[in-house]
Antibody, heavy 121, light 108 residues
Framework: QVQLVQSGAEVKKPGASVKVSCKAS????????VHWVRQAPGQGLEWMGW????????NYAQKFQGRVTMTSDTSISTAYMELSRLTSDDTAVYYC??????????????WGQGTLVTVSS | EIVLTQSPGTLSLSPGERATLSCRAS???????LAWYQQKPGQAPRLLIY???SRATGIPDRFSGSGSGTDFTLTISRLEPEDFAVYYC?????????FGGGTKVEIK
């Protein structure tokens, strides 16, 4: 079945960087963009950006420009999201999600299980 | 940026009752670009509805979506115990993609 499996929880100190992985299975990895969304504790969902695994092209939300880097390794069907200069405000669960375009409709499905990133001194 | 406002913030209902959730956009979006998700504690969001009114695979027919332009609605016709959760709408009409703040459906 179509599945996204993310790496495990991370604890980082302020100022450090974190890299989260998202391994895809059950579909052609290069045929679908991968998006990243985060959710702070008790809060809603915040979109961070996307990567096109086929070309490596990316688009980041303005809020994260200069601090986020999304990459992919097609040989192992894995997307990565790296966030630098972490602060306590970055403590959140980070999700990857596959975007499906069935013109004209668009949706996210599936989502990864989430990766908790805790930033604490 | 398109702001999605969901109301109410919390809906307290009993099993068997009907739930009506609202999602209002700050500007008009194509109904093709509106999706709804369900999220339970400790879990990732799950797709319920895409294109404003199409149920995702495996979603029971007690879930239905409607609306157009700036006003969209998710209806759960008869709440089952497993339906108590948080529901989010999302728009794909323009970047940045945005989500509503969520509606929590809780047991009364």
């Amino acid at each position: 079945q179509v599945q996204l499996v993310q790496s495990g929880a991370e604890v980082k100190k302020p100022g450090a960087s974190v890299k989260v992985s998202c391994k895809a299975s059950g579909y052609a990895f290069t045929a679908y963009f991968v998006h990243w969304v985060r959710q702070a504790p008790g809060q809603g969902l915040e979109w961070m950006g996307w990567i096109n695994p086929n070309s490596g092209g990316t688009n980041y939300a303005q809020k994260f420009q200069g601090r986020v880097t999304m990459t992919s390794d097609t040989s192992i069907s894995t997307a990565y999201m790296e966030l630098s200069r972490l602060t306590s405000d970055d403590t959140a669960v980070y999700y990857c999600a596959r975007i499906v375009l069935f013109s004209p409709a668009v949706w996210f499905d599936p989502w990864g299980q989430g990766t908790l990133v805790t930033v604490s001194s | 940026e398109i702001v999605l406002t969901q109301s109410p913030g919390t809906l307290s209902l009993s099993p068997g009752e009907r739930a009506t959730l609202s999602c209002r956009a700050s500007q008009s979006i194509s109904s093709s670009h509106l999706a709804w998700y369900q999220q339970k504690p400790g879990q990732a969001p799950r797709l319920l509805i895409y294109g404003a009114s199409s149920r995702a695979t495996g979603i029971p027919d007690r879930f239905s979506g409607s609306g157009s332009g700036t006003d969209f609605t998710l209806t759960i016709s008869r709440l089952e115990p497993e339906d108590f959760a948080v529901y989010y709408c999302q728009q794909f009409g323009s970047s940045p993609l945005t989500f509503g703040g969520g509606t929590k459906v809780e047991i009364k």
